[in-house]
């Protein structure tokens, strides 16, 4: 069974920036989509950023595009988010997913075949 396991939550202010990490348990980084998704309080799990197993397609939630990164690095089994610019409505809960056939990018929630359990980022105004 793979593990997903995301790091680098905290408390930032507005403005701020944060990288998160997520380390696969097997080496799954270069063969599958990568994805990040969010899920604020009271709302919806929802996709952030995602990035295709060749690294050659990439696709971001418009509310992030142009402040958030997602990046892999298949030697470590890793896949990053750096987050910048951050604003409170970017508080939630950030989930590292992968899904080895997603059937469409950017992939939806059911697309994916493996979740971290989250970390929690809290922007303060």
């Known amino acids: 069974q793979v593990q997903l396991v995301e790091s680098g939550g905290g408390l930032v202010q507005s403005g701020g920036s944060l990288t998160l990490s997520c380390a696969a348990s097997?080496?799954?980084?270069?063969?599958?989509?990568m994805g990040w998704f969010r899920q604020a309080p009271g709302k919806e799990r929802e996709f952030v950023a995602a990035n295709s197993w060749s690294g050659g397609t990439t696709r971001y939630a418009g509310s992030v595009k142009g402040r958030f990164t997602i990046s892999r690095d298949c030697a470590k089994n890793t896949v990053a988010l750096q987050m910048k610019s951050l604003k409170p409505e970017d508080t939630a809960v950030y989930y590292c997913?992968?899904?080895?056939?997603?059937?469409?990018?950017?992939?939806?929630?059911?697309?994916?075949?493996?979740w971290g359990k989250g970390t929690l980022v809290t922007v303060s105004s």
């Open positions: 097997e080496r799954i980084v270069s063969d599958y989509v």
């Open positions: 997913a992968a899904a080895l056939r997603p059937g469409q990018m950017p992939p939806a929630d059911g697309d994916m075949d493996y």
